[in-house]
Protein backbone atom coordinates (compact mmCIF):
# COMPACT_ATOMS: atom_id res chain seq x y z
CA UNK A 1 0.00 0.00 0.00
CA UNK A 2 1.02 3.56 -0.65
CA UNK A 3 -0.11 6.96 -0.27
CA UNK A 4 -1.40 9.04 -3.95
CA UNK A 5 -1.24 12.35 -4.79
CA UNK A 6 -3.82 13.37 -7.41
CA UNK A 7 -5.58 15.95 -9.36
CA UNK A 8 -5.32 19.16 -6.68
CA UNK A 9 -1.67 18.82 -6.86
CA UNK A 10 -1.61 18.94 -10.31
CA UNK A 11 0.42 22.83 -11.53
CA UNK A 12 0.42 23.65 -7.73
CA UNK A 13 3.30 21.38 -6.50
CA UNK A 14 3.10 23.18 -2.87
CA UNK A 15 5.83 21.20 -1.63
CA UNK A 16 4.67 21.08 2.04
CA UNK A 17 4.58 17.15 1.68
CA UNK A 18 8.15 16.58 0.68
CA UNK A 19 9.54 18.89 3.57
CA UNK A 20 7.48 16.58 5.81
CA UNK A 21 8.55 12.86 4.01
CA UNK A 22 11.02 11.27 6.47
CA UNK A 23 12.50 8.50 3.48
CA UNK A 24 12.61 11.64 0.37
CA UNK A 25 10.14 9.34 -1.30
CA UNK A 26 7.89 12.58 -3.05
CA UNK A 27 9.23 12.70 -6.50
CA UNK A 28 8.40 16.44 -8.86
CA UNK A 29 7.15 15.84 -12.31
CA UNK A 30 6.70 18.50 -14.57
CA UNK A 31 2.83 19.24 -13.11
CA UNK A 32 3.00 17.63 -9.92
CA UNK A 33 4.43 15.55 -7.57
CA UNK A 34 4.66 11.70 -7.38
CA UNK A 35 4.79 9.16 -4.47
CA UNK A 36 7.58 6.40 -5.24
CA UNK A 37 5.04 3.34 -4.10
CA UNK A 38 8.39 1.42 -3.57
CA UNK A 39 9.99 4.04 -1.27
CA UNK A 40 6.94 4.87 0.55
CA UNK A 41 6.76 3.92 4.18
CA UNK A 42 2.99 4.29 4.50
CA UNK A 43 3.31 7.08 7.31
CA UNK A 44 1.16 9.45 6.45
CA UNK A 45 3.05 12.49 7.45
CA UNK A 46 2.55 13.64 3.68
CA UNK A 47 -1.01 14.42 3.59
CA UNK A 48 -1.37 15.82 7.14
CA UNK A 49 0.42 18.72 5.54
CA UNK A 50 -1.00 18.80 2.26
CA UNK A 51 -2.59 22.12 2.08
CA UNK A 52 -4.71 21.09 -1.27
CA UNK A 53 -5.68 18.00 0.21
CA UNK A 54 -4.36 15.91 -2.83
CA UNK A 55 -3.03 13.23 -0.90
CA UNK A 56 -4.75 10.12 -0.08
CA UNK A 57 -4.07 6.48 0.93
CA UNK A 58 -4.64 4.79 -1.99
CA UNK A 59 -7.81 2.56 -0.21
CA UNK A 60 -9.36 6.30 0.51
CA UNK A 61 -8.43 7.68 -3.13
CA UNK A 62 -11.84 8.95 -4.25
CA UNK A 63 -13.23 7.06 -7.10
CA UNK A 64 -13.00 10.13 -9.63
CA UNK A 65 -9.00 10.27 -9.04
CA UNK A 66 -8.10 6.34 -9.56
CA UNK A 67 -6.49 6.55 -12.10
CA UNK A 68 -3.84 8.84 -10.14
CA UNK A 69 -2.96 5.47 -8.60
CA UNK A 70 -1.43 4.08 -12.03
CA UNK A 71 -0.08 7.39 -12.42
CA UNK A 72 1.97 7.37 -9.45
CA UNK A 73 3.19 3.78 -10.31
CA UNK A 74 4.00 4.69 -13.89
CA UNK A 75 6.00 7.37 -13.41
CA UNK A 76 8.35 5.79 -11.66
CA UNK A 77 8.61 2.84 -15.06
CA UNK A 78 11.45 4.55 -16.69
CA UNK A 79 13.30 6.31 -13.26
CA UNK A 80 12.67 2.92 -11.21
CA UNK A 81 14.00 3.62 -7.20
CA UNK A 82 16.15 6.15 -7.12
CA UNK A 83 16.37 5.71 -3.44
CA UNK A 84 15.54 9.46 -2.55
CA UNK A 85 13.90 12.14 -4.39
CA UNK A 86 16.39 15.01 -3.30
CA UNK A 87 19.61 13.70 -4.89
CA UNK A 88 17.18 12.79 -7.77
CA UNK A 89 15.87 16.18 -8.81
CA UNK A 90 13.32 17.01 -10.62
CA UNK A 91 11.81 15.02 -13.66
CA UNK A 92 10.47 17.00 -16.72
CA UNK A 93 8.15 15.14 -17.57
CA UNK A 94 4.92 13.33 -16.03
CA UNK A 95 2.33 10.73 -16.55
CA UNK A 96 0.78 11.29 -20.19
CA UNK A 97 -2.69 11.41 -18.52
CA UNK A 98 -1.89 14.41 -16.05
CA UNK A 99 0.05 15.73 -19.28
CA UNK A 100 -3.15 16.06 -21.48
CA UNK A 101 -4.69 17.71 -18.44
CA UNK A 102 -5.45 21.74 -19.32
CA UNK A 103 -3.69 23.88 -17.35
CA UNK A 104 -5.65 24.10 -13.65
CA UNK A 105 -6.19 27.51 -11.95
CA UNK A 106 -6.03 27.24 -8.56
Known amino acids: MTYVIAQPCVDVKDRACVDEC ?3 C ?3 GARTLYIN ?3 CVDCGACEAVCPTEAIFYEDD ?4 WEDYLRA ?3 FFDDIGTPGGASSYGPV ?3 DPM ?3 LPP ?3
Request: proline share 12%; charged share 35%; glycine share 0%.
Open 22 to 24: PVD
Open 26 to 28: IYE
Open 37 to 39: PLE
Open 61 to 64: LPAE
Open 72 to 74: NRD
Open 92 to 94: DKD
Open 98 to 100: IAA
Open 104 to 106: MNQ
